[in-house]
């Protein structure tokens, strides 16, 4: 059983840039894919970036060459860098965790989720 809970959230101006962070306990998350996905108001849940045991990164479209997913296994915590952000990023964001090791970009890939962390963004 992993348990993750995301931070660093928070309200900022278009243009700025947040650090989000997910921790993990319960066990190592150094074999695991990672991933991150967002919810904005009255839509769907979305895919942001997933990150392999390897450190193979893929992004979504709408967020590729903007936010950066990595990992500090030392500290069983993994990232989302979100730079240049725009209003149309403003969501909660969640962490994700699968049993595999190797990336998925849909949320059934993943089996642990933490319970979000809100970023909005001023225009």
């Known amino acids: 059983q992993v348990q993750l809970v995301e931070s660093g959230g928070g309200l900022v101006q278009a243009g700025g840039s947040l650090r989000l962070s997910c921790v993990a306990s319960?066990?190592?998350?150094?074999?695991?894919?990672m991933g991150w996905f967002r919810q904005a108001p009255g839509k769907e849940q979305e895919f942001v970036a997933t990150?392999?045991?390897?450190?193979?990164?893929y992004y979504a479209d709408s967020v590729k060459g903007r936010f950066t997913i990595s990992r500090d296994n030392a500290k069983n915590t993994v990232y989302l860098q979100m730079n240049s952000l725009k209003p149309e990023d403003t969501a909660v964001y969640y962490c994700?965790?699968?049993?595999?090791?190797?990336?998925?970009?849909?949320?059934?890939?993943?089996?642990?989720w933490g319970q979000g962390t809100q970023v909005t963004v001023s225009s």
């Open positions: 994700a965790a699968r049993g595999s090791s190797y990336s998925g970009v849909r949320a059934s890939d993943y089996a642990y």
């Open positions: 319960g066990r190592t998350i150094s074999n695991s894919a």
């Open positions: 990150l392999s045991w390897s450190g193979i990164t």
